[in-house]
């Protein structure tokens, strides 16, 4: 099995809008293309990231194409149809045959970089992450046993979190990521709290970042995840950067 990092499957630029709930369409993330040919992920009219051609042996070719937009100069290429083939569960199926593969971890593309953005409206974060989750569970389903795209969730909100485990668990999905910072203000190594009354789940705690915890899986009502903690830095809730230990 392949597990790289950088083994990302490509959102496609209407997952968002399609796989949302009709009620939370008004806050799904899209990408857009400007006058010039370049494509943004947007949310709202805001621009969150720049999509940019990450093409193997040729990282130059990211600053190359920045630099073109900053001076005002067209884009040299279709991103919609570049990035094409990293959606389609077929394609990728048929690259891991090509190189000897029999399976993959597929890490979210744009998930890691929208969630900063985001982080103030929780019915915009958690409404991305369900259409993203939802889009995972048919790739999942499209590949056979030999695709495992990773969740992405947050400890914002227990009960949303024990709906997307449960849905996820039952399509197959293993892996989960999240963001590594403060959860309402609290270090996620501390235990979660009971579920209420209303809720049938178990409480457990998740694996953390902390080197001391050897347990990298939580089990909540029927489903088991394995968690992903992204190490990418995240702000602390006094809004200074903070980079969570590795993890082991």
Request: hydrophobic fraction near 35%; aromatic fraction near 8%; proline fraction near 8%.
């Amino acid at each position: 099995m392949l597990i790289d990092c950088d083994s990302h499957l490509f959102e496609p630029g209407d997952v968002w809008a399609r796989y949302a709930d009709p009620a939370d369409r008004d806050v799904a993330l899209r990408m857009t293309t400007d006058e010039l040919g370049y494509s943004w992920l947007m949310w709202g009219d805001q621009k969150v990231t720049l999509a940019e051609p990450h093409i193997p042996g040729k990282v130059d070719g990211i600053g190359q194409y920045r630099q073109r937009m900053l001076q005002g100069l067209p884009s040299t290429l279709n991103y919609p149809e570049f990035a094409a083939p990293y959606s389609e569960p077929d394609v990728i199926l048929r690259h891991l045959d090509d190189v000897g593969f029999d399976a993959a971890v597929l890490f979210p593309n744009y998930g890691i970089t929208w969630e900063r953005t985001l982080a103030h409206d929780l019915r915009a974060t958690l409404a991305n992450m369900t259409a993203w989750n939802r889009w995972i569970a048919d790739v999942a389903a499209a590949g056979g046993g030999r695709l495992h795209p990773v969740a992405h969730v947050s400890l914002r909100d227990l009960d949303w979190l024990d709906s997307q485990l449960t849905a996820l668990s039952s399509a197959g999905v293993r892996m989960a990521l999240m963001a590594p910072a403060l959860v309402a203000g609290r270090c996620r190594t501390r235990p979660l709290p009971a579920p209420g009354p209303r809720s049938s789940t178990t409480a457990s705690r998740p694996c953390s970042t902390s080197p001391t915890n050897p347990d990298r899986s939580t089990t909540r009502g029927t489903a088991r995840i394995c968690w992903v903690v992204s190490t990418r830095s995240a702000p602390s809730s006094s809004g200074r950067r903070r980079r969570s230990p590795s993890p082991t």
